[in-house]
């Protein structure tokens, strides 16, 4: 177990966009636009764990790690949307977006006096300094990285109106999630490596439905998600500490399922609600063996 001793930080960003879109009563709706992001991030966190079994005579009581984690992060993406009705009832619609990002990371691993960290090494000198292991314990500056990604994000999807009262829909998309440097409390170098962008193809059907005069709301939707690198919280395997924290990425995983929500309007100012879902995930390839040295997914 661990005790957050301190975690402060600040983020500081500047974020521009640009649309231009037609008359949305237009039977072909059209939307372009770009924008960019300009941000800064900065992480200082400090954990303790004299409950741990790492404070033990054994690795000489040490019982404090801190690690600071700033990123400098630009983004721009160009993007574009389209809705085309092809009758009275249905409606074709597509979107795409194209993003490029860069993140410059400066990671440093820490201790304090207290710490007992600086004491089971033979007293370096690394209190104040940052540290991390290679092929030797070392201290110096801060570990320092970059990573450039960029991807296209897409949908697809198509909408019929049954009736005024209820709607189905059908939709294919494909989205990401920016890849991220972590801010963990490692021994090696390999803890502060980043976890690249997680892609998702999502399949999607459904229905919305307005029920008894629009007293009852009903929705229902099935679904089915195929993940590729999906970013985890997984476990590095330490020869000294044993199982110490980490980012993966995990191949390839797939979610699919089902849920539905209903709303009863009774009588004015009284409304009940309830919904249910049901979830199957599973990993369908995991991470080489040799990669990242002994590093699973919890």
């Given at each position: 177990t661990f005790d957050l001793d301190k975690n402060n930080g600040f983020i500081r960003t500047?974020?521009?966009?640009?649309?231009?879109?037609?008359?949305?009563?237009?039977?072909?709706?059209?939307?372009?636009?770009?924008?960019?992001?300009?941000?800064?991030?900065?992480?200082?966190?400090?954990?303790?764990?004299?409950?741990?079994?790492?404070?033990?005579?054994?690795?000489?009581?040490?019982?404090?790690?801190?690690?600071t984690n700033r990123q400098d992060i630009e983004n721009y993406a160009v993007f574009g949307n389209a809705e085309f009705d092809l009758g009275e009832?249905?409606?074709?619609?597509?979107?795409?977006?194209?993003?490029?990002?860069?993140?410059?990371?400066?990671?440093?691993?820490?201790?304090?006096?207290?710490?007992?960290?600086?004491?089971?090494?033979?007293?370096?000198?690394?209190?104040?300094?940052?540290?991390?292991?290679?092929?030797?314990?070392?201290?110096?500056?801060?570990?320092?990285?970059?990573?450039?990604?960029?991807?296209?994000?897409?949908?697809?999807?198509?909408?019929?109106?049954?009736?005024?009262?209820?709607?189905?829909?059908?939709?294919?998309?494909?989205?990401?999630?920016?890849?991220?440097?972590?801010?963990?409390?490692?021994?090696?170098?390999?803890?502060?490596?980043?976890?690249?962008?997680?892609?998702?193809?999502?399949?999607?059907g459904g229905f919305k439905a307005s029920l008894a005069d629009r007293a009852v709301q009903l929705n229902a939707a099935a679904f089915y998600y195929d993940y590729k690198d999906k970013q985890i919280r997984g476990k590095l395997l330490d020869a000294t500490f044993g199982g110490l924290d980490a980012l993966i990425n995990i191949p390839k995983s797939r979610i699919y399922g089902a849920e539905a929500d209903v709303t009863f309007r009774l009588i004015e100012g009284l409304t009940i609600n309830g919904a249910v879902t049901y979830l199957n995930s599973r990993i369908t390839r995991n991470p080489p063996l040799e990669r990242r040295n002994n590093i699973y997914a919890q």
């Open positions: 500047f974020n521009q966009e640009l649309r231009i879109a037609n008359d949305s009563a237009s039977g072909f709706r059209w939307l372009l636009g770009a924008n960019y992001e300009d941000s800064t991030t900065f992480e200082d966190q400090s954990l303790r764990y004299f409950d741990n079994s790492n404070h033990a005579p054994g690795l000489n009581w040490i019982n404090q790690s801190g690690v009832r249905l409606t074709l619609k597509a979107a795409a977006r194209y993003t490029n990002s860069t993140i410059d990371s400066s990671i440093c691993s820490y201790t304090s006096p207290t710490g007992r960290v600086e004491t089971l090494f033979g007293g370096a000198g690394i209190n104040g300094t940052c540290f991390t292991f290679a092929a030797d314990f070392t201290n110096g500056p801060p570990i320092t990285g970059k990573l450039k990604e960029d991807n296209i994000s897409w949908r697809v999807g198509l909408d019929y109106k049954v009736s005024p009262d209820m709607l189905v829909y059908a939709n294919v998309s494909r989205g990401y999630k920016a890849g991220s440097f972590p801010s963990l409390s490692v021994a090696s170098y390999l803890g502060m490596l980043p976890v690249t962008q997680e892609s998702v193809t999502a399949f999607e």
